[in-house]
């Protein structure tokens, strides 16, 4: 609940996330571990047959050590890790892999994509922005549908009415027309979702202003992580990954599968497990200090943040990440700015284009506001 201008009482939308997330997320750091321990026996115990995804960055840290000590615990039989390496990897992460599986006495198998990052990136393009943002430019390059409809679309009365024209117009276009006009499929406006182009302010005007000189796509995700992570985990009743609702973007939405998304069933039976779902970052900071986690170079020496896709153009930290990175491994900051170097350059771009149309919205207004100042209303005679 918010109060409104004039004091009356709004209430405050909140997602499922939100609103059905179990009690165990409220819990102090020590409390919500057991929980999760709990949870994560419980579960292996129904699914022995499970598979475990390891990045070897900080959430996996924290992750296998929850999963290792709970088999301890519980007396539970092995799973299986595997470590998904895109071919652009930090030798601080593959180093750490090792050093982990050593740790806790199992085996972490590497898996390589058969297109690596390289070869996808030239046939496809490279990501920019986000995974979304990415997907949408790349149908609107391919599709050629003029940036002109969302006017069209804006200006209508009848927006739906419009909608459909457009979709007579440009057929096979769909997807590309919701982007464009921020709607959905029956024309309704939909300006506030992740899925439409102005998820990122200005995008839409940037992109007519500045068009891309490169193909933009995610689909080296898809070949150098999503491909091969269907392949490894196949044949497994349980896929265990670490993803944290903190992280922010996709992660925090909720999904058809499972609204709390800590535990469900996927479409094709499968069964998902996110133990740190609902893990914060303070929580991680506690488990890291208690239980005296050490992480890769990449965050005690290197000083990241986040690891990941190493230099992947959708974090918006990639080109300073590749500063942190590069007095200890140039040639792969090299390799990193070979692949993904127009992206980064338009993603400063882009920036710059959003500090000055930032910057004279916040003139015009200043403008405006002292137009309306009270001084400027003539006085009223008694």
Not at 30 to 48: C, D, N, T, W, Y
Not at 175 to 204: A, D, H, T, W
Not at 233 to 239: A, H, L, R
Not at 263 to 271: C, E, H, I, R, V
Request: with cysteine.
């Amino acid at each position: 609940m918010y109060t409104g201008f004039f004091g009356e009482m709004k209430e405050t939308y909140k997602s499922k996330v939100y609103t059905e997330r179990p009690d165990y997320a409220d819990f102090n750091a020590p409390a919500k571990f057991m929980a999760i321990q709990s949870i994560v026996a419980k579960r292996l115990r129904e699914h022995p047959k499970a598979i475990c995804s390891y990045s070897g960055g900080a959430d996996s840290d924290i992750m296998i050590d929850v999963i290792e000590r709970t088999r301890e615990v519980f007396s539970l039989p092995p799973i299986k890790y595997v470590f998904f390496n895109t071919g652009l990897e930090m030798k601080a992460i593959k180093d750490h892999v090792k050093d982990t599986a050593e740790k806790y006495g199992v085996e972490i198998e590497e898996c390589r994509p058969k297109i690596n990052i390289v070869t996808a990136s030239r046939i496809h393009g490279i990501p920019f922005v986000s995974k979304i943002m990415s997907s949408g430019l790349s149908e609107w390059q391919k599709k050629k549908v003029p940036l002109s409809i969302a006017e069209e679309y804006e200006q209508a009365e009848d927006k739906a009415a419009k909608r459909k024209e457009l979709k007579e117009r440009f057929p096979k276009c769909e997807s590309v027309i919701n982007f464009l006009c921020c709607c959905n499929s029956s024309g309704e406006p939909r300006p506030n979702i992740q899925l439409v182009i102005n998820s990122s302010k200005y995008m839409r005007d940037f992109i007519g202003e500045y068009p891309p000189d490169f193909q933009i796509s995610a689909k080296c995700c898809d070949y150098c992580k999503k491909k091969v992570a269907y392949d490894a985990q196949k044949d497994y009743d349980m896929i265990i990954t670490g993803e944290r609702r903190a992280e922010g973007g996709m992660r925090s939405v909720p999904r058809k599968d499972n609204t709390a998304l800590c535990f469900g069933q996927q479409s094709n039976g499968q069964y998902r497990l996110r133990p740190l779902y609902y893990v914060t970052d303070q929580d991680k900071a506690w488990y890291k200090e208690y239980y005296n986690i050490r992480y890769s170079d990449a965050y005690e020496i290197y000083g990241l943040k986040r690891t990941g896709c190493c230099g992947c153009p959708i974090s918006y930290r990639a080109v300073d990440d590749l500063e942190l990175i590069r007095p200890y491994e140039p040639n792969l900051v090299k390799a990193a700015w070979n692949i993904f170097g127009k992206s980064y350059e338009y993603r400063a771009k882009y920036n710059d284009y959003k500090a000055d149309r930032r910057k004279a919205e916040r003139e015009r207004k200043k403008n405006i506001d002292g137009q309306m100042g009270l001084e400027n209303f003539p006085k009223v005679l008694p």
